[in-house]
């Protein structure tokens, strides 16, 4: 069974900070995705990371795909209350399943 | 685009009941459907993948008699919550793949509490 072990689970952090999320398993994974969530709505998707060593920027988001792509970590620079959710790192098991493996998910809390 | 929306946003329902949640892809005709349940602040655990026109593939511990799926079309799946109890109280979300992409969108959620 392919885990996907997310850390920290909580964060609490004052505007402007930076921090680091972490996605971290022992399969590799075809693909892997990073969701944010809001309390009573459904993930919505941020980045899809494919090829090993990847790196994305999206505006104070910068993510990256580990070479051997079994891991993943989420950078957010200067955090904005805006930035408070969930975050959920979710691999493409590399059986062409199409199902997603969801990390434990990392809540996030930005104190203005 | 590659919208999903579910029926009904919430529910509440008496023991014993059964109840029927939705999920459409909107803008896009969605080969594999996917149903998860979350507890509170916990992650998403999947239960079951559906593909059209045929039976769902249910996770391991996942009662497939409680929670049946119907996947009639290529826009739509629904997931009916079979003599819900307590326990079954939770957020149920579905997702959609379009072709043989990884990416996978989801539906709002919906909120089920048994009473």
């Known amino acids: 069974t392919q885990l996907l072990e997310q850390s920290p689970q909580f964060l609490s952090i004052q505007e402007g900070e930076n921090l680091t999320v972490y996605c971290n398993s022992s399969?590799?994974?075809?693909?892997l995705q990073w969701y944010r969530q809001e309390p009573g709505e459904g993930p919505v998707l941020l980045v899809t990371?494919?090829?090993?060593?990847e790196v994305k920027k999206l505006k104070r988001l910068t993510f990256q795909f580990g070479d051997a792509r079994k891991d993943s970590s989420l950078h957010i620079t200067a955090a904005q209350p805006g930035d408070t959710g969930l975050y959920l790192c979710a691999g493409a098991p590399s059986d062409s399943s199409y199902k997603l493996i969801f990390g434990s998910g990392t809540r996030l809390l930005v104190r203005p | 685009g590659a919208v999903v929306s579910q029926h009904p946003s919430w529910v509440i329902c008496k023991s014993g009941t059964s109840v029927k949640i939705e999920c459409r892809s909107l803008d896009f005709q969605a080969t594999t459907m996917f149903w998860y349940r979350q507890f509170p602040k916990q992650s998403l655990m999947l239960m079951a993948t559906?593909?059209?026109?045929?039976?769902?593939t249910y996770e391991q511990g996942v009662e497939k008699d409680k929670f049946l799926i119907n996947h009639a079309s290529l826009t739509l799946s629904t997931l009916t919550v079979t003599s819900a109890h307590p326990e079954d109280s939770s957020f149920y979300i579905c997702?959609?793949?379009w072709g043989r992409g990884d990416t996978q969108y989801f539906g709002p959620g919906t909120r089920l509490t048994v009473l």
């Open positions: 399969s590799v994974f075809s693909s």
């Open positions: 997702s959609a793949i």
């Open positions: 990371v494919v090829t090993g060593g």
């Open positions: 559906s593909n059209e026109g045929s039976k769902a």
